[in-house]
């Protein structure tokens, strides 16, 4: 399947969460046609947490420095979303956020047909 460009390091960090099995659903496995994306406006607050901490803990590790000094690692970002702190929320709604830009850029056969 033809899908939009994506760079090597990022194919490790899901494109989606498919509640029904309980998996991460990656880049790799949608071009393939093994799977398909299931939509992120069909998962429940829970699910896209779970989506968002997932996709934090397998990003290239980095840290997240804040206007204050301080610097977060991937796992205490993920630790802070879990936790629902202010920081943290931020940090799941940007993620979020931009997935769902980034999948608007999908073709409709690459998702899960919920009708």
């Not at 779970?50 to 000094?69: C, D, F, M, Y």
């Amino acid at each position: 399947m033809d899908l939009p460009p994506i760079v090597e390091s990022a194919k490790s960090r899901p494109l989606s969460y498919d509640p029904r099995t309980d998996e991460f659903i990656h880049y790799d496995d949608v071009q393939s046609g093994k799977k398909k994306i299931y939509p992120l406006d069909k998962l429940t607050p829970g699910q896209l947490l779970k989506l968002a901490i997932e996709r934090q803990l397998t990003n290239i590790p980095s840290t997240t420095a804040v206007l204050n000094g301080q610097t977060y690692t991937n796992e205490q970002v993920a630790a802070e979303m879990q936790a629902k702190s202010k920081f943290g929320q931020q940090m799941f709604e940007t993620d979020i956020n931009y997935l769902n830009f980034y999948l608007s850029q999908f073709p409709r056969a690459a998702f899960e047909d919920m009708d």
